[in-house]
């Protein structure tokens, strides 16, 4: 099975890691055909079984010496994902956060309801679809808030990325 790896938090502040590295560490975790997409933390692999993601977690740390939470999709996932996307003609960027789980409805509701127009904010599933004024644009959202109304972690990507490491890797 084809996996994609989104990593929380690397590359900015203290957090930095060569991306060469980080595929280093996936293969030796033993998977196979591993690869990454900038140095946002993003490491698409394949495995012929479900992941430990405790063990993957659990080596980062020791290897690098911070914390990352790590949000894995199959390929399949990915391309449900690309499905939902609410908003198919708009005049700004998407951007998607990954959950560790879908939340509950109330929680979903409550932070869609902090979207400030013309933001948008849709919870579907494991994911959070952000629509946003457009690049260079300043936003009111702010991750933070998503984290807390939601009480659970999240590593947001440009919808744009996504895309790219759908074509770019998983296409069979």
């Known amino acids: 099975m084809r996996y994609v790896a989104f990593l929380r938090a690397i590359n ?23 690869s990454t ?15 430990d993601l405790a063990r993957i977690q659990s080596v980062f740390e020791a290897e690098f010496g911070f914390a990352s939470e790590i949000f894995l999709r199959t390929s399949i996932q990915i391309d449900e994902l690309l499905r939902r996307v609410p908003w198919t003609s708009h005049d700004g960027v998407i951007e998607v956060s990954f959950l560790e789980r879908p939340p509950p409805p109330e929680s ?10 013309p933001e948008q904010l849709s919870v579907s599933g494991a994911e959070v679809f952000f629509l946003r004024a457009g690049t260079g644009t300043p936003t009111t959202h702010r ?30």
């Open 12 to 34: 900015v502040t203290t957090r930095r890691i060569k991306m060469t590295d980080l595929g280093d560490l996936f293969r030796g975790c033993g998977f196979d055909d591993v």
């Open 37 to 51: 997409y900038i140095a946002s933390g993003n490491v698409i692999f394949d495995s012929d079984s479900s992941p």
């Open 108 to 117: 979903a509701r409550a932070l869609e309801a902090t979207a400030v127009p």
């Open 143 to 172: 991750e933070s808030t998503s984290m807390r109304i939601l009480d659970m972690k999240m590593s947001r990507r440009g919808l744009a990325t996504v895309v790219k490491i759908r074509e770019k890797f998983l296409l069979v």
